[in-house]
T-cell receptor
Framework: DTGVSQDPRHKITKRGQNVTFRCDPI?????LYWYRQTLGQGPEFLTY????????KSRLLSDRFSAERPKGSFSTLEIQRTEQGDSAMYLC??????????????FGPGTRLTVL | AQSVAQPEDQVNVAEGNPLTVKCTYS??????LFWYVQYPNRGLQFLLK??????LVKGSYGFEAEFNKSQTSFHLKKPSALVSDSALYFC???????????FGTGTSLTVIP
């Protein structure tokens, strides 16, 4: 257990529906990452928060995707009008800060999304 | 562009033999390099990282990695493999600027009893 929790662990939805995932990071870590992992691939960066500020977003993050981190604590990732191509494991990571940025990432167990 | 490559999808090694999982990187400036492991039905776990200094980095579970700047490689090694080392291994890099981490496609390691 890394101390990072994600909810739900599994989500099955129909194409066109909206889904929302939650991540609770390690409380003393002020940074938070969202990644997407598909079968046979490594995690792909989606977005990054420092406290409540969303500082970077990947080009993978279309306008159907939105992420928030109110008050710099938990974070949510919402996908609107889901498509079958959105089926993947969505990972949250809570980095242990390191001066210079060589952060060790603590990953949550992920939310597996299946879009039918 | 910053990236890592893991040229082997699958590595098989006999228990007790040394193992190597390969990783090469492409990054502007000095890289921060990482190895993570993913056991079946479990999340990714940090193994070790290279920032600067000694080219041989020691990490968790007896793993080590060798940074080679001239070959732009960061291979993961272990002197004696255990069956319990069987898992998916990911190399990752963070460039000197920016906040993004880039992961390789992973190498599935199977240690044969």
């Amino acid at each position: 257990d890394t101390g990072v929790s994600q909810d739900p662990r599994h989500k099955i939805t129909k194409r066109g529906q909206n889904v929302t995932f939650r991540c609770d990071p390690i409380s003393e870590h002020n940074r938070l990452y969202w990644y997407r992992q598909t079968l046979g691939q490594g995690p792909e960066f989606l977005t990054y928060f420092q406290n409540e500020a969303q500082l970077e977003k990947s080009r993978l993050l279309s306008d159907r995707f939105s992420a928030e981190r109110p008050k710099g604590s938990f974070s949510t990732l919402e996908i609107q009008r889901t498509e079958q191509g959105d089926s993947a494991m969505y990972l949250c990571a809570s980095p242990r800060p390191h001066r210079g940025g060589a952060d060790e990432q603590f990953f949550g167990p992920g939310t597996r999304l299946t879009v039918l | 562009a910053q990236s890592v490559a893991q040229p082997e999808d699958q590595v098989n090694v006999a228990e007790g033999n040394p193992l190597t999982v390969k990783c090469t990187y492409s990054v502007s400036g000095n890289p921060y390099l990482f190895w993570y492991v993913q056991y079946p039905n479990r999340g990714l776990q940090f193994l070790l990282k290279y920032i600067t200094g000694d080219n041989l980095v020691k990490g968790s579970y007896g793993f080590e990695a060798e940074f080679n700047k001239s070959q732009t490689s960061f291979h993961l090694k272990k002197p004696s493999a255990l069956v319990s080392d069987s898992a998916l291994y990911f190399c990752a890099v963070r460039g000197f600027t920016g906040n993004q981490f880039y992961f390789g496609t992973g190498t599935s390691l199977t240690v044969i009893p």
